[in-house]
């Protein structure tokens, strides 16, 4: 059974009332995007769950963040949440379908760890599904709602599984987004991609560099890499 809560260095993260826990792979997402957001002013987190992504950029910029997220128990803990802070007045959650909420304001840069498993098998759990698998936010939906919703100058964020970023960003040059840079991860050396990170801007690119970051050395303690990454925010690290 999963912890009813994860601690980090300067917030707790309570989870019991989430379909989604606290995963690294969404800690990775959060802690690469945080470096690279300071310059903007408004942030979007879409499906924000337990509003972990929230708290981790506010935890390194000045941005107003919001949050939108369609199941009412993650909404009600991720509002919890965000309130138990010292960035609390910079944030705000919101309950409601991405679809067809109307926010405030256009925001400078949109992050977004989506419902994402179109093909694979669904949940029998209907919350896991609806947190899991794109039946209610399709990518190509998301897309459309990231365009809409964002800034002429600004940039998003997207956490996807590996064998999916290309088609993804089929979708994305649709709509005349650039790829700035990827980030490609994976469990252990001997262990092939799992996630890709993927950052976009409506700025033409003529270069996206591609990274890389493996979490565990063969012996299974965390790289280098790794523990750089997330050390403002990991306890003991």
């Known amino acids: 059974m999963a912890n009813s809560y994860f ?8 989870q019991d009332q989430c379909a989604l826990k606290v995963c690294t792979d969404a800690c990775i997402f959060g802690a690469w995007f945080s470096a690279k957001i300071p310059q903007y002013a408004t942030v979007l987190d879409i499906g924000a769950g337990t509003g972990l992504l929230m708290m981790m950029l506010a935890q390194r ?27 609390a007045t910079r944030m705000k959650v919101f309950p409601g379908d991405a679809r067809s909420f109307r926010f405030p304001l256009q925001y400078d840069f949109i992050i977004t ?23 209610h936010l399709t990518l190509e939906e998301l897309i459309d709602v990231i365009s809409g919703n964002l800034q002429p100058h600004g940039a998003f964020g997207i956490l996807l599984p590996y064998h999916r970023w290309e088609y993804f960003h089929t979708l994305a040059t649709r709509y ?16 092939n991609h799992f996630r890709a990170i993927l950052h976009y ?30 050390k403002d925010y990991y306890l003991y690290l």
């Open 176 to 191: 005349s987004f650039s790829l700035t840079e990827k980030l490609f991860v994976k469990q252990s050396p001997r262990h």
């Open 201 to 230: 801007t409506r700025h033409h690119e003529d270069f996206s560099p591609t990274f890389e970051l493996t979490i565990q050395e063969p012996d299974r303690s965390y790289t280098p890499e790794f523990m750089e990454l997330m």
């Open 113 to 135: 760890n989506p419902p994402f498993f179109e093909d694979d098998l669904p949940s029998t759990d209907d919350r896991a599904q609806t947190a899991k698998h794109s039946k």
């Open 7 to 14: 601690q980090f260095k300067q917030f707790t993260i309570h």
């Open 61 to 87: 910029s000045q941005a107003e963040i919001h949050g939108i997220e369609i199941d009412l128990a993650a909404y009600r803990q991720a509002k919890e949440n965000i309130s138990q802070n010292a960035w």
